[in-house]
């Protein structure tokens, strides 16, 4: 049986995964959000009041779905509410845009959101609250571990293996087999071709010009 579901959170993502969730027709009781947001409703879903509203539910009347985002050096709320309201026996549900081509192989664990247009081919194993944003390519055999944020049009090849509270920016990519240690960051629009250790930032490759030598032509 599907539950009514609960949105942590009032921006971006959120709204993202509003229209997630209407693709899948999960009824959804309104989003949380502490602060003030522009009007009373976010794209016509009501909000409930702070995240306190949790608890006027118990655990298995509800889940969670988890609309606090990610980026690099913010202050780690998303991995905080997850495991607070965890702790608390909340269950965050399992987001997969329909919109996404899944393999059946492909194994997510709790929370885990796959965004529109995502594509993840066979084996491929995605670990807890972990987001696969849109129209990244998450390749076969691929390992990705926990709170991981895959952004946007991100390239991941065969077997690839990334470490908890990775995040990897924008259209970056990575060939097959590159292992990326936990806690590093990789930049937009990188290319990854070697492993990368923990805790490391890989910056992309700056683009540079040159004026042509037009009197040699
Ligand atoms: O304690 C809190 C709390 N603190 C801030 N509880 C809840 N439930 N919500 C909280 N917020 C709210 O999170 C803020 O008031 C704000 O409405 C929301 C964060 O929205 P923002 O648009 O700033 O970021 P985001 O996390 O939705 O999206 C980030 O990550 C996405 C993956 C952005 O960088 C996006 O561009 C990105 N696509």
């Given at each position: 049986?599907?539950?009514?579901?609960?949105?942590?959170?009032?921006?971006?993502?959120?709204?993202?995964?509003?229209?997630?969730?209407?693709?899948?027709?999960?009824?959804?009781?309104?989003?949380?959000?502490?602060?003030?947001?522009?009007?009373?409703?976010?794209?016509?879903?009501?909000?409930?009041?702070?995240?306190?509203?949790?608890?006027?539910?118990?655990?298995?009347?509800?889940?969670?779905?988890?609309?606090?985002?990610?980026?690099?050096?913010?202050?780690?709320?998303?991995?905080?509410?997850?495991?607070?309201?965890?702790?608390?026996?909340?269950?965050?549900?399992?987001?997969?845009?329909?919109?996404?081509?899944?393999?059946?192989?492909?194994?997510?664990?709790?929370?885990?959101?796959?965004?529109?247009?995502?594509?993840?081919?066979?084996?491929?194993?995605?670990?807890?609250?972990?987001?696969?944003?849109?129209?990244?390519?998450?390749?076969?055999?691929?390992?990705?571990?926990?709170?991981?944020?895959?952004?946007?049009?991100?390239?991941?090849?065969?077997?690839?293996?990334?470490?908890?509270?990775?995040?990897?920016?924008?259209?970056?990519?990575?060939?097959?087999?590159?292992?990326?240690?936990?806690?590093?960051?990789?930049?937009?629009?990188?290319?990854v071709m070697r492993d990368v250790a923990s805790?490391?930032?890989?910056?992309?490759?700056?683009?540079?010009?040159?004026?042509?030598?037009?009197?040699?032509?």
């Open positions: 049986m599907i539950k009514p579901l609960i949105l942590l959170g009032g921006g971006g993502h959120a709204k993202v995964l509003i229209e997630v969730l209407q693709r899948l027709h999960h009824p959804l009781l309104g989003f949380l959000d502490p602060y003030p947001v522009m009007g009373s409703t976010l794209l016509g879903v009501p909000k409930l009041g702070g995240d306190e509203v949790v608890n006027n539910y118990q655990p298995n009347e509800i889940e969670l779905v988890n609309g606090i985002g990610s980026v690099p050096n913010d202050r780690g709320l998303r991995i905080s509410l997850f495991k607070a309201f965890s702790a608390q026996g909340y269950v965050f549900k399992t987001v997969l845009d329909p919109t996404a081509l899944i393999s059946p192989s492909a194994q997510f664990m709790t929370g885990v959101q796959v965004m529109a247009g995502v594509i993840i081919q066979a084996d491929a194993k995605i670990a807890t609250n972990s987001i696969i944003n849109t129209g990244a390519i998450v390749e076969h055999d691929c390992r990705i571990g926990e709170h991981v944020h895959i952004a946007p049009g991100v390239v991941l090849s065969g077997g690839v293996e990334v470490g908890d509270h990775v995040h990897i920016g924008t259209g970056a990519i990575v060939i097959q087999g590159i292992k990326i240690g936990a806690g590093s960051v990789i930049g937009a629009g990188s290319v805790n490391q930032i890989v910056y992309p490759a700056r683009s540079h010009t040159q004026a042509i030598n037009t009197h040699e032509k």
